[in-house]
């Protein structure tokens, strides 16, 4: 007999962990493409889920 356990997380928790987590990536090698992405994903989440992640200085 297997036993399963799903665990259901809210999107925008899920969403912030991995804005959280790429944020610490890019900030690791300061890509500017990958900048111009975070910076749609970032906007995107706060306008979603009533975020207030910071804007990040692309240069």
């Known amino acids: 007999m ?3 356990i799903v665990v259901f997380m809210p999107p925008c928790w899920v969403e ?4 959280l987590y ?5 900030l690791l ?9 975070l910076l749609e994903r970032i906007d ?3 306008v979603q889920c009533n975020g207030t992640l910071g ?3 692309c240069g």
């Open 2 to 4: 297997a036993v399963g």
């Open 16 to 19: 912030h962990q991995a804005l």
């Open 22 to 26: 790429d944020i610490e990536q890019y």
């Open 29 to 37: 090698d300061m890509d500017p493409e990958t900048c111009e992405v």
């Open 44 to 46: 995107s989440y706060n």
């Open 55 to 57: 804007i990040l200085d």
